[in-house]
């Protein structure tokens, strides 16, 4: 049952990254976009998530009571040492998600809809960036139990030029998801036309930081080269994520929304892929060598147990429902 | 302000705020649903316009409970990880199925909010009651997890270990019941006063009359229905506490002496260091009978009990009698609109009656958080009670007042706009939502 659990972990952070992903990023296009089409896309990005944006950050709740369920030492490590950037990612999200729905339920449009864009874009942007953060800490080796001072316990445990660089590539991944996502839904030529205009910038955006996170691994000494190239997987991983890159520009130029979709999200898959599977099972690792492993650090058996069973439950009620949800509203709307 | 204080203050002030979204996001929905059942059974567009207002106000306070709620739950690590540590493998199955109960009430909220046009009527209807349904079993779970708090159940502690857990044990412990029952009917009183009030409101300022008049009735009679109940629950739960947190009880009436034919204390000053209460009104027998159903049955006081283990007595006492005493304020105004909708017809159209139902608006509230503040700050100073000390379960890193600064300015400037938000929709009604009206146009 551990595996079911450790399964559902994976899947609900996978799922995060790329729905809750493009979610973040539709103001993150939004904010990259020129003054003179910006309310034009935001337009467009609004109608695009309207319906689905609270069930697609429903993900990171499930994966973090995972965590505290089934995996507690793990999550009140990450909560002590990665405090700091976890509030900032809270207040983002909170930020955000009542930023978008006060100016979608606004009753009058005045001003105030500019405060409230401007608070929505730039959390959106804040949000991943923290989130790219937390996620390297978790493999710099830098989280350090025995810290006894304040920089070296809780800042130095997350501030590196790996971690900022791998905020930078989070962020341009949401946008680069979202408009993969929001091609589906416009109807116009002038509309896909401009949406492949910036699709096209945030794939170049993506290749860059891209570039940078290995800089900037080499930089901090982490040795990210030899953990994706290392393994078969990993390099397959890598492998295909780049094919599906140069796909999708191929199919954003033909106008191919679905394919364009299906491509965005397989790269991302397997970028957490390659991401992940090199550690596993470990999901934190400490300064001194040590780890915290998601088969040793798990809570009781029958907790496991009770923990899957919630989980395959909940999916039976969840899963149907999502599906129908993101069918009815995914689609172009007349 | 140390920092222990200070992530206590977080944490309360986190909850607090959090449990006025999250009560709307329960009840809600269902007033929602009736309108909606009205409409879809007569056609009446009145009622369309009264649904697709509340569902305004829904998606507002929804997503202003699902981010605070979303936070909650890295809280309880970022504040207190010693106590997740241990208790979330124990109390996590409410947890998880809370998990899949808020995705479904995600979910069909979207459906309702973007179905209008686009869903076959019966089955939109159907999403708006799933929001509601799921809102209410995300409500009784999470509460199930307080009060294990309350009531620790399913596991043994041997050598500072915790052992031999079963999480389904715990999930349905010894206070489960009580408490989802007293705060399912919470959230009914509270949020049904508060939408009936700013109905009446509108009514007494002779603003789209009919539309107001709609709402006032199905809020009012929902609120009504739960005030009424309310005491019963309170009785149970009152005599529940009796046996399981002594101390608790006996601070909620900042009763300091064992006695039989135990005195009701109504108002008050207690002085913790002197152990005694001034200025209190006493009614003799009348505590004992409430906690043991028997005047002759002896009622714990906090002498008896180390003082190392009493709960900060004068607030616990404080907020117990508002709780009380705004209970049965609301439930005296239930009792006089249920004999008016009965008995007294005349009464309803009657200035006075849509006066004090607007006096009721914020009242329902108070009460919600004054028994919040009663179960939370009585069970100190014990985060797991009998088991883990508050003080034992915070965070190492030190400087959380900072971040009390900051999530106190973060609540104030949300709860600003909210209230902000929510008069712009009040004053739009005529425009937006009320056919009846001669600006009604709508976007």
Redesign the interface.
Known sequence: MLYVVIIYLWASICLYLLLGGADFGAGIVELATPRKHRSRIGAIMAKAI???W??N??W???A???L???F??I??????YV?IP??AM??G??AR??A???R?????EDRWQDVYSRVFTWSSMVTPFFLGIIAASTVSRTIDVQAAD?VS??IGSWLTWFGLAIGLFTTAICGYLAVAYAMGTVASERDKTLIIRIAKRFIFAVVCVGVLVFIAAAYSEIPLIDWIFGGTIGQVAIASATLSLALTFVAFNRKKAIAARILAGFQVVMILLAATYQHYPELVLFKDGGGLSLIEHT??A??IT??AW??L??SL??LP??FY?MR??GKRSS | MDDFIAARSQMAMSLGFHIIFACVGMVMPFFMAISHFIYLKTGSSIYKGLTKAWSKGVAILFATGAVSGTMLSFELGLLWPTFMEHAGPIFGMPFSLEGTAFFVEAIALGFFLYGWNRLKPWFHWLTGLIVGLSGLASGILVVAANAWMNSPAGFDVIDGQYVNIDPIQAMFNDAWFLQALHMTLAAFVATGFAVAGIHALMILKRKNVVFHTVAFRISALCACIAALLQPISGDISAKDVAQRQPAKLAAMEAHFETEANAPFIIGGIPDEDAEVVRYAIRIPGVLSFLAHGDVDKPVTGLKDIPKENWPPVAIVHYAFQIMIALGVFLALLALIYVVALIWRKAWLGSGWLYRLFVIATPLGYIAVEAGWIVTEVGRQPWIIHGVMRTVDAVTPMPGIVYSFYLFTAVFVSLSAIVVFLLYRQMQMVGKLYDVTDPDYQPK
């Open positions: 309207g319906p689905i609270e069930a950050h429903m990171l709740i499930i973090i009571v995972i505290f369920v089934g507690p030492e999550y009140t490590t990450m909560s002590i405090h976890l509030v809270l207040l999200i909170i998600g009542t978008f729905v006060f979608n339920y606004d009753a009058v304040f316990a809780y809570g009781n029958k907790t009770s923990l919630a989980l439950l909940g009620f969840i429902f999502l949800l009815v509203f």
